[in-house]
């Protein structure tokens, strides 16, 4: 600077001292780019120390592997783009940390062909280094690099890794035991189980959960230390968490079944979210009141998720959501200029918020209406081709039998098979329920003494493919095949050791547990209305 | 240092028309948003004035002010006498130009000025005897006995200009168009920048003549009342000037808190009044003219002594400066003299800054002068002086948190680094008083205020 500016002057200016010449303002504070991330991992000290205590060798390779693939990824893309190599920011380091806290400890050596428990690891940090080259060169670096994409990187990590290998990021292990298969976090036990968590357990970590959700207590205390050394805007995980509070609290308070908001403040990904997704500066909104908006609607989204969607944690999507709307926050919350009046920039190419929530109306109201409409048009079809269905479903537990219905109550039909010597073959019903995924329904084929069973269907299910969704395959359900029910069937997990017993599929003891607990119900309910009607 | 948002920061009141908000007066007062740089003062504050001689050359450009140049009135080889006109002009928004020294004209020729460009200046050789006889005999001055436009004349003819920095012709600001009227005066005693200490010393040594000067400016504008604000770093200054207030009706004292840039009159009318100015307007919208305290002992000084401006009090401080303090310095006193007079060790000076550190221009010869609006010389060591790179804008929002008057610098940004200056105007880059609060946050170390400069200059001009 100096050099050029001194040859440009003419003799009389030039200054006996080298004198740096610069913009104002010409003092500035010591906080860095890096620095603030260097206080990030700092937040995350206490979720990794508590990991590494739970999931031990598990947590220190997955953490490891997931940092030192997204430094390399970031090295590589950056020189491939032919940009300087800027790991001593490190963000990259922040995004493969907050990987490798998102996802499951290890894989299970049954799901790895070759058994080994050294090949389950080794595929697992093969793909969780995949999912974290992903995240750094799609969620980060196509988009320009630091600073300019949309989408937290760590959460496009973990959503590629969702969609990629499902089987392996649904599975989880109990802390301590690390052995054993859980196959449940406790929103998972929540949702599918209604089994709930104490709260002691949510606190310490002693849960089963990725590597770096399970401890709340070690979140927390990282989290404040974030918020107080400022390092993060504690806007966003005021209102995250308020808004996840009161809407819980409000679920709690008016519906039945619901787990109290404590759970959901504690349970999950809800304070990793909150405290360390949430709050990256690049891809949330700007402004102090578009960081409330933020903080609300990716909380409501979560609660949404959470209770009324079919999966049992919601935070990587509602935070993305969200990340996908910061542009439009930061347009429309905008501050007032000092000495700017009210109402203000009215031509400002529409950008008015009555605009906005008219548009978004307009666009609402008619995919709502199109999707009613379509609904209204189909449903009868639908339902005739879904009794069809069931009808050739019974036939096929029935063959070589008349098949008749009738309506047992308002909700339940009752198919009696009747054999061709005239002699009742059986009934069958359907059973519905709750899976891991979304609904399950069985028809459900009995002896007419409604002790043994004659045959099980499970029609097509969202559930894990090959997991959950093996409770549709003949192997699961020839299980049922002269089941006895004349009591309550138990899930085992092993060897069947009696007749009311059913082995639940390796890894998908949710789904499996699910048939079983949905069986039990509708047999009792049907015992009791077929003694009614008789 | 970490940034803070405002501890009481009132936030932007919905209407800027006039009358205060009852109720939400809260000493000390403040704007909502600012930063708090640590203050630097240790060095010079307290430090009593300390008049420095005429150096043997003065360099005095023909304009130290906002508005049109002055018209030198001498010429190379004129003998000169302290306190007499050598720069004129015919315009109403300009000022009078005066001979700091007794001396002779050596040329009259453009000079480097403290701004970065060249301005034609009268250079003077000083002659000390003759200076030493110069006298301003004292008379009674008394401004409420004056007609308001008696007062501008003097204050026009001594060619004072705003001292606190932006140097507008003060017989401007006093001349309101009489559609506008003005109810308050505001006296600035903040001296928000860090480093900076003269006005302190002023409101310690002069506390009298500032309030005759407050007296003036009251008596010329017709407001009916006037407000001496002071940032709460200063408990000596508010103690001196409440005592030298306590017998006057209409003046009163308001400590203010300490955050920057109070200083800036919209920030301090918004503090002490809860007025807003208008964006794009000037503080008379509102019915308030605001005066620099050393402002207004240029103008005492000219009704009790007839002395036009030609000197003021000039902070000099920095850690290679031996005698930090405030100094009394002729106008055109170069920079190379007065660091000299403060001993400044030239070996470790990496940055010589004209004013202050947030907002202070920074030099590149030493050869330019003091002028009306030079309120201090800071210098820096070449390790103080902070060079880092620029990185990418990670969007953390600081910039727009700390803002004083609400704008979103981030976004000027991504505009000119792609070239956009058509759409610079969105965010209202005009608004923007460049106070450094943004680039002082930025955790990038981008160079906002130098984008936003580059900005106002790029952008179509036809507004």
């Not at chain 2, 360099?59 to 140049?69: C, S, T, W």
């Not at chain 2, 004209?105 to 000079?111: D, K, L, N, T």
């Not at chain 2, 050789?125 to 009674?140: C, G, I, L």
């Amino acid at each position: 600077m100096t050099t050029a500016t001194e040859q440009a002057l003419p003799e009389s200016q030039r200054a006996e001292a080298l004198l740096t010449f610069a913009a104002s303002p010409h003092i500035r504070s010591e906080r860095t780019v890096a620095g603030t991330m260097r206080g990030v991992m700092i937040g995350l000290a206490p979720a990794v120390v508590a990991s590494v205590y739970f999931f031990r060798h598990y947590a220190v390779l997955l953490i490891v592997t997931c940092v030192v693939a997204s430094c390399l990824a970031e090295a590589v893309f950056q020189k491939l783009r032919r940009k300087p190599v800027t790991l001593n920011d490190w963000s990259a380091v922040v995004t493969g940390l907050l990987l490798a806290l998102v996802l499951p400890p290890r894989l299970f050596a049954e799901k790895v062909a070759g058994g080994s428990a050294w090949a389950a690891e080794v595929t697992w940090l093969s793909v969780a280094a995949l999912g974290a080259v992903f995240a750094i060169a799609i969620g980060k670096q196509v988009y320009g690099g630091l600073g300019s994409n949309i989408f937290n990187p760590a959460l496009i990590g973990r959503a590629f890794l969702m969609r990629a290998f499902p089987t392996f990021l649904t599975t989880w292990t109990e802390p301590g035991t690390l052995d054993a298969l859980s196959g449940a976090t406790p929103l998972d036990a929540w949702k599918f189980s209604q089994q709930s968590t104490p709260l002691s357990h949510l606190l310490l970590g002693t849960t089963g959960g990725s590597l770096g959700e399970t401890c709340a207590v070690a979140l927390i205390i990282g989290g404040v230390f974030l918020l107080v050394l400022r390092y993060a805007d504690w806007r966003i995980p005021a209102a995250m968490l308020a808004t996840v509070t009161v809407l819980t609290g409000a679920a709690w308070l008016l519906g039945s079944e619901q787990a109290p908001p404590q759970f959901h403040l504690l349970a999950g990904g809800l304070l990793l979210g909150a405290f360390f997704m949430a709050t990256d500066p690049v891809t949330t909104p700007v402004t102090k009141v578009g960081r409330w908006v933020f903080g609300l609607g990716a909380g409501a989204l979560l609660v949404l998720i959470r209770l009324k969607a079919g999966l049992p944690e919601g935070v990587m999507y509602s935070i993305l959501l969200m990340n996908a709307v910061t542009p439009l926050i930061n347009r429309y919350t905008r501050p007032r200029q000092l000495g700017e009046r009210r109402p203000y920039r009215k031509a400002e190419r529409g950008a008015t918020t009555v605009h906005m929530v008219l548009v978004l109306g307009l666009i609402g109201l008619f995919s709502g209406a199109s999707l009613g409409a379509m609904h209204l048009w189909t449903r009868a079809r639908i339902a005739e081709n879904e009794k069809a269905e069931l009808e050739s479903k019974v036939q096929y537990l029935f063959p070589d039998c008349d098949i008749s219905s009738r309506e047992l109550t308002k909700q339940i039909v009752l198919y009696e098979a009747t054999d061709s010597d005239g002699q009742r073959a059986g009934y069958a019903f359907e059973a519905k329920g709750m899976g891991y995924q979304g609904a399950i329904r069985l028809i459900v084929g009995v002896k007419p003494d409604l002790k043994e069973m004659v045959g099980l269907s499970v029609m097509p299910t969202n559930e894990t493919p090959g997991l959950g969704k093996r409770i549709e395959e003949g192997e699961f359900r020839e299980q049922f095949v002269g089941l006895d029910v004349s009591a309550k069937v138990d899930l085992v997990k092993g060897e069947r050791q009696a007749r009311n017993e059913i082995s639940a599929i390796t890894g998908a003891t949710v789904s499996s547990r699910a048939v079983v607990r949905i069986l039990n119900k509708q047999m009792a309910e049907m015992r009791q209305l077929l003694s009614e009607d008789r | 240092m970490a940034t803070q948002v405002a501890v009481n920061g009132v936030r932007p009141s919905t209407s800027s028309g006039r009358g205060e908000s009852a109720g939400r007066r809260i000493e000390p007062r403040t704007f909502a948003q600012g930063i708090h740089p640590p203050e630097l003062k240790e060095a010079s504050a307290g430090r009593p004035v300390e008049v420095m001689p005429p150096p043997a050359q003065l360099i005095i450009p023909l304009q130290q002010h906002i508005g049109a140049p002055a018209e030198p009135t001498v010429e190379a080889g004129a003998v000169v006498r302290r306190g007499q006109s050598i720069g004129h002009s015919e315009a109403f928004v300009s000022a009078e130009v005066h001979a700091s020294v007794s001396g002779e004209v050596a040329e009259v020729r453009p000079a480097l000025h403290p701004v970065g460009v060249d301005v034609v200046s009268v250079i003077i050789t000083s002659d000390p005897e003759a200076d030493a006889q110069v006298t301003f005999e004292e008379r009674p001055a008394r401004p409420e006995e004056m007609e308001p436009v008696e007062i501008r004349r003097a204050v026009q003819d001594a060619g004072i200009a705003g001292m606190g920095g932006a140097a507008f012709p003060t017989h401007v600001k006093i001349s309101p168009p009489t559609d506008t009227p003005i109810d308050t005066i505001i006296i600035n005693g903040c001296e928000c920048e860090p480093a900076l200490t003269s006005d302190q010393q002023l409101m310690l040594e002069r506390s009298a003549d500032i309030v005759l000067g407050t007296q003036a400016v009251v008596r010329a504008v017709g407001a009916s009342r006037a407000f001496i604000g002071i940032e709460s770093n200063k408990p000596d200054a508010i103690e001196a000037m409440r005592r030298a207030v306590a017998q006057e009706r209409g003046i009163e004292v308001v400590a203010v808190e300490t955050k920057y840039p109070q200083g800036g009159e919209k920030l301090l009318i918004k503090a002490v009044l809860d007025r807003e100015v208008p964006a794009f307007g000037l503080p008379m919208a509102v019915g308030v003219v605001v005066q620099n305290v050393a402002t207004c002992i240029a103008i005492a000084e000219k009704l009790r002594l007839d002395k036009p401006l030609y000197e003021r009090v000039v902070t000099v401080t920095g850690t290679p400066v031996a005698r930090p303090g405030n100094y009394l310095v002729r106008i055109g006193t170069r920079f190379q003299d007065l660091l000299e007079f403060a001993d400044c060790d030239f070996s470790r000076a990496g940055k010589v800054i004209s004013g202050g550190p947030m907002m202070g221009i920074a030099q590149y010869s030493l050869e330019v002068p003091v002028v009306k609006g030079t309120s201090g010389v800071v210098v820096q060591t070449p390790e103080e002086v902070d060079v880092a790179r620029e990185q990418p804008c990670i969007r953390c929002g600081r910039c727009v948190d700390n803002c004083p008057v609400f704008l979103e610098p981030y976004a000027i940004v991504q505009l000119a680094q792609a070239g956009r200056w058509g759409e610079v105007d969105e965010y209202h880059i005009m608004n923007c008083m460049e106070c450094g609060c943004c680039a002082y946050v930025c955790p990038a170390k981008i160079p906002l205020i130098q984008y936003i400069k580059l900005g106002k200059a790029k952008r179509p001009q036809e507004k």
